[in-house]
């Protein structure tokens, strides 16, 4: 049984035609079918616009022009009036924010769409919902009512409604994906532009004190690192994230070619981060790379994890393409006596890690990101300038001259990365000859 024929429509000259095959009329030279072009119209005027409700409309006029013409009921020559089709269902919000989320490319798109398609849907008492506006309809008051119900939802973790960074958090993808709409003629302006900043989201804690332990004393950064009973190959870990405010993305994306010989310090060259989710390589976060000199005491350590550590742990000699840190290939299955190299640490991995040895410690618990914070708390408690340490954590995103092309020298970094002393308390490795007490 043939397939049944399906109008087309085609916009030309300003305006949509409905193609149709004349099945019923008598082929033509080449054996093919004639065809007609019929105007379609809307409410008795012709359909110009070229949005995607407006196509919608089209293709439903063509098939339902071809399907009377099938069935004998409308033909070109006595121009029987053609039933208008269903009215064409506009895309709501809802439908919108997910289908332009689920085409974006950045890291944290996933997230951004299933926040969305959970926050969208909340309805209120009298059974409204953002999710299922029409978007082009929705308005800022309508975006104001919607925050409302998201301020008032309760969390899953403390049944305490939100705090304000959360719900900024929960507007931003939603606000993104209706600028998105005003791109493609769906909106003619932005509903998220002109909120007044009382009902704007700020990004502030709910707590304004909980930042005060995202990061570490120097007393328990030097008994963290100093502690005999950690693993080798975590002390490495957490000596790179404590002496080069590296994210953990990007930490566990260094390998042993980013380590640069130079003078008077090594540079550790960050230019890769690793997805904590989808496991892909991509450039950081800034797109722009940094170089941080090597603190002589992480020098000590990746010196002697270079050698005697990775043999010990991984049975071979590092390459200059190995990760820093990788994991135990095989998932910890034992090739004789030894376990070979794999690909890059899980960030779940060394959250594990860096939990089980805090309280090792004695060390109330922390989040990986606290270790950069304490970098910069300890950059700043050395009397390093401000200019130059924080290059090591951002790179310039200004578009200040000043902020681009004003960078210190590298023998400048390397006196201020000096100027950070440690003692770890119980250093497990031997300090080579001259290290001496500037640097402990």
Avoid at 140 to 166: G, I, N, Y
Avoid at 224 to 229: C, F, I, K, Q, R
Wanted: one cysteine or more.
């Amino acid at each position: 049984m043939a397939r049944p024929r399906t109008g087309s429509a085609v916009h030309r000259k300003g305006r949509w035609y409905a193609r149709i095959t004349l099945s019923r009329e008598p082929q033509g030279p080449s054996g093919e079918r004639p065809r007609l072009e019929e105007p379609i119209t809307r409410e008795g005027q012709p359909v110009t616009g070229t949005t995607k409700a407006d196509e919608t409309y089209a293709k439903r006029y063509a098939r339902r022009l071809q399907e009377r013409y099938d069935e004998g009921t409308w033909s070109p020559a006595a121009r029987v009036p053609v039933a208008p089709p269903p009215p064409s269902v506009e895309m709501t919000v809802g439908a919108w924010c997910d289908d332009w989320l689920g085409k974006q490319k950045y890291p944290e798109a996933a997230k951004d769409r299933r926040r969305t398609k959970a926050a969208l849907p909340l309805v209120d008492a009298h059974g409204w919902s953002l999710g299922a506006l029409a978007i082009s309809k929705i308005t800022p008051q309508d975006v104001a009512r919607w925050l409302e119900l998201v301020r008032a939802r309760k969390t899953v973790r403390s049944q305490k409604p939100p705090a304000p960074r959360t719900v900024r958090n929960t507007l931003d993808p939603v606000a993104r994906a209706l600028r998105g709409a005003v791109f493609h003629q769906l909106l003619v302006q932005d509903p998220t532009a002109v909120l007044p900043t009382d009902i704007r989201p700020q990004a502030v804690d709910a707590d304004p004190t909980v930042r005060r332990d995202y990061q570490m004393p120097r007393a328990e950064v030097e008994v963290l690192l100093g502690e005999p009973s950690i693993e080798p190959r975590w002390m490495v870990v957490w000596f790179v994230l404590l002496l080069t405010g590296a994210r953990v993305s990007e930490a566990v994306a260094l390998r042993w070619r980013d380590l640069l010989d130079d003078r008077p310090l090594r540079r550790v060259k960050i230019t890769r981060q690793i997805h904590h989710r989808t496991r892909k390589v991509s450039a950081l976060k800034t797109q722009a790379c940094r170089d941080v000199p090597e603190h002589p005491l992480l020098r000590v350590v990746l010196d002697w994890w270079a050698g005697e550590g990775w043999l010990a742990e991984y049975g071979r000699a590092p390459t200059p393409e190995d990760f820093l840190v990788p994991v135990r290939a095989g998932t910890g299955r034992r090739r004789g006596d030894r376990v070979g190299a794999g690909g890059p640490l899980w960030q779940q991995a060394v959250w594990d890690a860096l939990q089980r040895d805090l309280e090792a410690c004695g060390i109330q618990s922390h989040r990986i990101h606290d270790l950069r914070h304490t970098l910069a708390s300890l950059c700043a408690d050395a009397g390093m300038e401000e200019n130059v340490a924080s290059r090591w954590t951002h790179a310039p995103t200004s578009k200040s001259s000043r902020h681009l092309y004003a960078v210190p020298s590298w023998d400048r970094q390397c006196a201020e990365m000096i100027k950070l002393k440690l003692s770890p308390r119980r250093f497990r490795l031997p300090l080579p000859a001259g290290f001496g007490e500037p640097f402990r």
